[in-house]
């Protein structure tokens, strides 16, 4: 089970607005920008992100029904602002792993402790359109 939804709707009031801010720039954390499916309005969204292969894995701490993975499904892809850098991401996957490998140990912790299992894993390109190569 997720965390909560209360949980997301405290977060959206409060620390999400912080996290805006410091996310695109703090390591393991991210921002999601995205459009809404119905309205086409822009969202931000902070993310938990960690770099594998020619791309990024997001842990969905509130599940794949959430609406910002949805919008990011539907569109076929968002953008991604993390480490100082924005990168345009396509190929959104949504899959489940119990052992969450794809995940650093003590993070692999955490999240099993909140049985966190579901992920969604998105390919990476750089803003001037050439493809990242995998890799440290």
């Known amino acids: 089970m997720p965390l909560p939804q209360w949980l997301a709707r ?3 009031v ?4 912080v996290v805006n801010r410091i996310g695109p720039r703090a390591p393991g954390l991210g921002v999601v920008v995205h459009r809404g499916r119905a309205s086409g309005r822009v969202y931000r969204t902070p993310v938990n992100v960690f770099r594998r292969g020619d791309g ?3 842990p969905l701490t509130y599940g794949s029904d959430s609406d910002w993975v949805r919008n990011v499904v539907t569109a076929g892809g968002c953008e991604l602002e993390t480490a100082g850098r924005r990168y345009v991401l396509d190929a959104p996957r949504v899959y489940r792993d ?3 490998a794809a995940m650093p140990p003590v993070i692999r912790q955490l999240l099993g ?3 966190v ?7 990476a390109e750089r803003t ?3 493809r990242l190569r995998s890799g440290p």
């Open 117 to 123: 299992a579901e992920f969604l894993a998105l390919r």
């Open 128 to 130: 001037d359109g050439e």
């Open 56 to 58: 990024f894995v997001i």
């Open 98 to 100: 119990d052992d969450r």
């Open 113 to 115: 402790a909140f049985n």
């Open 10 to 12: 405290a977060n959206r």
């Open 14 to 17: 409060g620390l999400n607005r």
